[in-house]
């Protein structure tokens, strides 16, 4: 059974930096893309930034140059370092792993529990 436990978040006034951990077990991971997602109440589901097998990032345009993604292959976790804060960046945030495209949602096979970040203007 694979899980992936998410650490981090809270509450943060804008401007602020928070730091998302995502602990996955069960299996090793370094064969697959890993993400983070994030849903806000009433709107969709999105992509906010992925690291593939080569740890090659990606990032929405949202977010770009205010979040960095990493991963530690030898600790099967992935990372989101969050900076700059904005209150759109408010909702909820899931890791996730998987094989095929890295910013499909539907593509990722297991995912986090998801937790909260809230941003205050």
């Known amino acids: 059974q694979v899980q992936m436990v998410q650490s981090g978040g809270g509450l943060v006034q804008a401007g602020g930096s928070l730091s998302l951990s995502c602990a996955a077990s069960?299996?090793?991971?370094?064969?697959?893309?890993m993400a983070w997602f994030r849903q806000a109440p009433g709107q969709e589901r999105e992509f906010v930034a992925a690291?593939?097998?080569?740890?090659?990032?990606y990032y929405a345009v949202s977010v770009k140059g205010r979040f960095t993604i990493s991963r530690d292959n030898a600790k099967n976790t992935v990372y989101l370092q969050m900076n700059s804060l904005k209150p759109e960046d408010t909702a909820v945030y899931f890791c996730?792993?998987?094989?095929?495209?890295?910013?499909?949602?539907?593509?990722?096979?297991?995912w986090g529990q998801g937790t909260q970040v809230t941003v205050s203007a």
């Open positions: 996730a792993a998987g094989i095929r495209r890295v910013t499909i949602g539907d593509d990722y096979d297991y």
């Open positions: 069960g299996r090793t991971l370094s064969s697959h893309n």
């Open positions: 690291i593939s097998v080569q740890f090659t990032p």
